[in-house]
């Protein structure tokens, strides 16, 4: 095979890019920590898995974690063997062990930088029945210097952010960490039929209000095609109308990310919203809300 020909069969940097981004995450030979190359995290993103057992309150359409055949069971994990995993997986990526791991061979060696840690996993992480362990277990290992330094971003659904354990936890964080909080629609009906959430979005609303007055926070919108259709053209409104609320009510806003399915789910009528009807919903945010909004 010629040098032209060789080239000319090499996936483009476009194509590895996106089957990246595509990749579930991978498991780094632990229970709790797994590495995802994200592209709201623009890169690497350590993952700490406070839901191993899958146990979760909302039942969303678009995830990608299969729950068919198990019974989630809410329990507590081991904070210390989550210290050992985490300790582990960030020195050998900063010594880039990464790029030899099968899953990431062919990843661009820009993605495999870290650009953060998350508080996330196969569940809601602050339903975790020690959740503030956690944090302040790996908020020690930040502080002690055996590893480089880290952003910490919480990933939630918001229904647990009115949890003391979460309250406590939360205020454990620098002011450059994060808390990324889902708030896929704008009414209860579009929530029962995306989140099937056994929260009510006024809850969530509240939650979000109360924790933004006191930090940014940024919100997580999936638009997720159904049966090959866009849902949310009827919700934008009333979406936007929530989001206009909590400013009004002195909710700190840093970003709203706006992105649709791109992972296998188990649910065959959940699809990927092309980037075209992504674009048209966050440049109506924007201009009906005055935020900061980018589609991923």
């Not at 989550?82 to 960030?90: G, N, R």
């Not at 990843?107 to 975790?128: N, W």
């Amino acid at each position: 095979m010629s040098a032209k020909q060789a080239v000319a069969t090499e996936p483009s940097i476009a194509v590895r890019e996106r089957e990246a981004f595509e990749h579930p995450f991978t498991p780094l030979g632990g229970r709790y920590v797994y590495a995802v190359v994200s592209p709201r995290a623009r890169g690497l993103s350590l993952g700490i898995n406070l839901n191993p057992s899958k146990y979760c309150n909302f039942d969303c359409v678009y995830c990608e974690v299969d729950r068919r055949g198990t019974v989630p069971v809410n329990s507590a994990v081991d904070v210390d063997q989550i210290a050992v995993e985490l300790e582990q997986a960030l020195k050998r990526i900063h010594g880039g062990w990464l790029s030899t791991h099968r899953e990431f061979r062919n990843v661009s060696p820009d993605l495999l930088q870290l650009k953060h840690v998350t508080l996330s996993g196969e569940g809601e992480p602050t339903l975790c029945p020690n959740f503030h362990e956690v944090v302040e277990t790996v908020i020690h290992l930040r502080a002690s210097a055996r590893v480089p330094f880290f952003k910490l971003v919480l990933v939630t659904n918001a229904s647990g952010l009115d949890r003391a354990e979460v309250a406590y936890g939360m205020s454990l964080l620098a002011r450059r960490d994060e808390i990324w909080a889902k708030l896929d629609g704008g009414t209860q009906v579009y929530m029962d039929r995306i989140n099937k959430a056994e929260t009510p979005l006024a809850r969530i609303l509240e939650n979000i209000r109360a924790l933004a007055q006191q930090r940014p926070v940024v919100i997580q919108t999936m638009v997720p095609a159904i049966d090959g259709k866009n849902p949310f053209e009827r919700e934008l409104s009333e979406y936007i109308a929530r989001l206009n609320e909590l400013k009004a009510a002195g909710a700190q806003i840093a970003l709203v990310q706006i992105y649709s399915a791109t992972r296998p789910s188990p649910h065959s009528e959940c699809g990927h919203l092309p980037l075209m009807a992504l674009s048209e919903i966050a440049k109506q945010v924007r201009a009906s809300t005055g935020l900061r909004t980018e589609v991923f």
